[in-house]
């Protein structure tokens, strides 16, 4: 479990872009935060700086207490969900589930043991000698959601993981990340340009509009008063 922390934090891309005018915001430990804003507002930017996949420019960012802006992302205690779902198409299920965990030189009956807890939380259980291409959209991102669940990190990421999905899976899928998070009760940060998205799911959402943060509330705060 940890809180994640920005201070200052900026982004300049190497072109001029400034991404990020420097952000100031907590997110606490267990935290559902949205992170919210039209295309181009700087929101995957502030992601991928949580996971060390962009440098950070100026600031600090602390995730549990510690400094991580020269932390490698394998060395960061988080998991990233993505849009398009990255799954290996020649592994089943299993073999996406248990992959990263494998690279990172866990045992086999620890693999084994977090593969089946991923795959009874999420329903997974009688499609793990599968191909991803045997399954639907809706299976498919939950087999990505599996892969960072399998990590068992105490931050997940998660960068407009519905936007591949048709609108009935958006919301069945949906549900299942806000019960996910209940289950877990671990921080999350959730990246999306739907407004409805944002106000269903969030604990707290973040406004952001040309790389600054607009407003930071809960949705009932932001509904009363937009
Ligand atoms: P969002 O996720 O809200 O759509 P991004 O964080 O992807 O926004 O982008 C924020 C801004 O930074 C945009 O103006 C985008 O064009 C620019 N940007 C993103 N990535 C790069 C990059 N690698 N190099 C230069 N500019 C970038
Ligand atoms: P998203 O906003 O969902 O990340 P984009 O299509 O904006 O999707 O970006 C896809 C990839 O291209 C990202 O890795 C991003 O960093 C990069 N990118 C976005 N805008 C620019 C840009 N202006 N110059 C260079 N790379 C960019």
């Not at 949580?50 to 960061?76: H, Q």
């Not at 939950?142 to 960068?159: C, I, M, N, S, Y």
């Not at 106000?199 to 930071?216: F, S």
């Amino acid at each position: 479990m940890a809180d994640v922390r920005f201070d200052g934090v900026r982004k300049v891309y190497d072109n001029g872009q400034v991404a990020v005018h420097g952000a100031s915001f907590d997110i606490a430990d267990g935290e559902l935060m949205v992170l919210v804003g039209p295309s181009g507002c700087g929101k995957s930017t502030l992601l991928r700086m949580v996971a060390g996949l962009e440098e950070i420019s100026a600031g600090t960012l602390s995730i549990g207490g510690r400094v991580v802006n020269d932390v490698a992302p394998k060395d960061r205690d988080i998991a990233m969900v993505f849009q398009n779902y990255a799954l290996y198409p020649h592994m089943t299920v299993a073999e996406n589930l248990a992959f990263g965990l494998k690279l990172r030189g866990h045992d086999k009956a620890e693999i084994a043991r977090r593969v089946q807890a991923a795959a009874d939380m999420l329903g997974l259980d009688g499609m793990l000698d599968k191909l991803p291409r045997a399954m639907s959209g809706g299976q498919r991102q939950r087999v990505a959601l599996g892969r960072a669940l399998v990590r068992e990190p105490a931050v997940f990421l998660l960068d407009e993981p519905l936007s591949n999905l048709d609108a009935k899976l958006r919301h069945s899928v949906r549900t299942e990340i806000a019960q996910l998070h209940r289950k877990l009760g671990t921080t999350m940060i959730y990246v999306t340009h739907d407004q409805v998205e944002a106000m269903t799911l969030g604990q707290r959402i973040v406004v952001l509009n040309d790389g600054v943060i607009q407003q930071i509330d809960t949705p009932m705060a932001l509904y009363e008063r937009p």
